[in-house]
């Protein structure tokens, strides 16, 4: 029993780390385009920098939801692996 206990324990630690690896990788490349894309915008068309940085920062907000569901289901396996 004990080691049944020990392979959900270790199933769930490694993923956690996996969940949380890739779950960034995305939103992270993802943020990156979005600011060399406004920084280009702002670059172009200085006049209109307000817009493009409230646009920008709307766009990190929702790109950035995703990073922080996959926190939140590491943090479950987390849990998990804790209270197994």
């Known amino acids: 029993m004990d080691l049944a206990i020990a392979y959900v324990k270790i199933a769930a630690y490694l993923g956690a780390a996996f969940v949380l690896g890739i779950g960034v990788l995305g939103p992270a490349l993802g943020q990156g385009k979005v600011g060399a894309t406004a920084c280009e915008n702002i670059g172009k068309y200085p006049e209109s920098s307000n817009k493009i940085r ?3 920062f709307l766009a990190m907000g929702i790109i950035e939801t995703s990073a922080i569901y ?3 289901i590491s943090a479950g396996l987390i849990l998990v692996g804790f209270w197994a």
């Open 54 to 56: 409230g646009a920008m």
């Open 70 to 72: 996959a926190l939140l």
